[in-house]
């Protein structure tokens, strides 16, 4: 292509600030400033827990339940969809491809960023120390030790305490 937009940048999006902050990055950096001349092509992937893994339990009742969590997983994946969308939307950006898929976040964006023959794996950085990326694992510490692409891992800017004088 004479615009060389063979290039994939794959961007991974949960429902949380950290995720559209990292998709309003990649934006910026990779497309905002080639509009006349695409660079990249744009995939957005969300990795849908299943229901299951919400629950994190299994037992009498848990049938039940089931139906209802999924039904919150969808519509939670729906809005997540719709989300990124009007964010492209309003940087004037179109996205290839967006996907949900349900399962593990890390083997997700791994197989999203292999599929798509990523040459960057966007994610946002939650921020959790030591002993909850130990416990919660972290999926852009895993992401980055094993995805056969560059990873950018965003963090999200801590807002900026503004002292307020109470006289």
Do not use: W
């Not at 519509?75 to 290839?96: F, R």
């Amino acid at each position: 292509m004479a615009s060389g937009c063979d290039r994939v940048v794959v961007v991974g999006v949960d429902d949380s600030a950290h995720s559209y902050h990292a998709l309003e990055t990649a934006l910026d950096l990779f497309f905002v400033p080639f509009k006349s001349n695409p660079q990249f092509k744009l995939v957005v992937i969300h990795a849908r827990p299943t229901a299951t893994s919400v629950l994190g339990f299994a037992g009498p009742g848990t049938v039940d339940i089931i139906p209802m969590v999924e039904q919150d997983l969808d519509k939670t994946a729906s809005l997540v969809k719709k989300k990124c969308a009007e964010v492209c939307s309003a940087k004037s950006v179109e996205i290839m491809s967006s996907e949900v898929i349900e399962g593990d976040p890390r083997n997700i964006m791994l197989e999203g960023a292999e599929r798509h023959h990523a040459s960057v794996l966007v994610l946002g950085s939650h921020g959790y120390g030591a002993v909850k990326r130990v416990f919660l694992g972290s999926v852009s510490d895993y992401l980055a030790h094993h995805a056969h692409c560059s990873v950018m891992i965003v963090k999200k800017p801590k807002a900026k305490h503004t002292s307020t004088d109470k006289h």
